[in-house]
Nanobody
Framework: QVQLVESGGDLVQPGGSLRLSCAAS????????MNWYRQAPGKERELVAA????????DYADSVKGRFTISRDNAIDTVYLQMNSLKSDDTAVYYC?????????????WGQGTQVTVSS
């Protein structure tokens, strides 16, 4: 059974930092590209950051470039999202997503989400 378990969400003041983690199990982690999405109240889910299966390439939404960093550790099947200079607009539920690559193409898994609230 595939599980993606996010952690690290919290209430933080504007300008603060958080690091989200997503621990994967039940899948061949190194064969999956990993993404972080977020969904704010009343808005559609949006892609925030992406990292390839090897970790060699990353991509970011324009709204978070220069502030967020995605990384992964294939030795412990975990992906991270370091979030700095947080703004109130970053308030959302953050979701971890795994997309199968090569022989695992078509497989797509989601975590349950972790709440990030940026407020003074």
């Amino acid at each position: 059974q595939v599980q993606l378990v996010e952690s690290g969400g919290d209430l933080v003041q504007p300008g603060g930092s958080l690091r989200l983690s997503c621990a994967a199990s039940g899948l061949t982690f190194s064969m999956f590209a990993m993404n972080w999405y977020r969904q704010a109240p009343g808005k559609e889910r949006e892609l925030v950051a992406a990292i390839t299966s090897t970790g060699r390439s990353t991509d970011y939404a324009d709204s978070v470039k220069g502030r967020f960093t995605i990384s992964r550790d294939n030795a412990i099947d975990t992906v991270y999202l370091q979030m700095n200079s947080l703004k109130s607009d970053d308030t959302a539920v953050y979701y971890c997503n795994a997309q199968g690559q090569r022989g695992y193409r078509g497989l797509n898994y989601w975590g349950q989400g972790t709440q990030v609230t940026v407020s003074s």
